[in-house]
């Protein structure tokens, strides 16, 4: 018999599947979403575990882990899963669901609100502002300062933003996503 936990479990996989597009069960563990990923080094759960931990029910470890931000959606892991279990997508739902419930390390919350905030405003990152956000968000505002100047220096970070054309479209792109329930920048 299953308890409150265990439907509740269920209730958030079922979500989890349902906006990523996907279905853990087809996962039958052979390793090549984590043999091809190029950020599996540095997760503590490479993607065939994080997978795992789903199937488990282990739900609050999968998206507690640092591996959903380490992700870097290349879609290998996607891509070359024999299955056609889409692991990139569901990185991204536990990430968007790891935001709403606010279990994330508020460090993590807080690049991820910087970066989407650059993109939405330039159309690209801007490095120097990104890093000034975070770290103001953080409570560390002198932080990187000492590396600033020689970066701008050698060409490798610029003072002012650089902003690309279409920016409009990357606004449309937002607006959409907010329409839908996405969380604004």
Same mark, same amino acid.
């Given at each position: ?98 935001? =709403? ?11 991820? =609100? ?72």
């Amino acid at each position: 018999m299953l308890t409150p936990t265990d439907h509740r479990q269920k209730a958030l996989i079922n979500k989890l599947e349902q906006e990523a597009g996907t279905s853990i069960n087809l996962c039958y563990q052979c390793g090549k979403c984590t043999a091809g990923c190029p950020a599996a080094f540095a997760m503590d759960y490479p993607p065939r575990q994080v997978i795992r931990m789903l199937q488990l029910g282990l739900t609050e470890m999968a998206l507690n882990s640092n591996s959903i931000w380490i992700c870097a959606s290349c879609e290998t892991c996607s891509s070359r899963c024999p299955r056609g279990v889409d692991i990139a997508s569901l990185m991204d739902t536990m990430r968007r669901e790891a935001l =709403k419930r606010g279990t994330t390390d508020k460090k993590v919350a807080a690049f991820n =609100k910087a970066f989407l905030s650059n993109v939405k405003n330039f159309g690209r990152t801007f490095e120097a502002g990104l890093l000034l956000q975070y770290n103001l968000t953080t409570g560390q505002p002198l932080k990187d300062l000492q590396l600033g100047l020689p970066m701008m220096q050698r060409g490798k970070a610029s003072p002012l933003p650089h902003k690309i054309k279409g920016r409009g479209e990357i606004k449309k792109i937002f607006e959409r996503v907010a329409q839908i329930g996405g969380e604004e920048p």
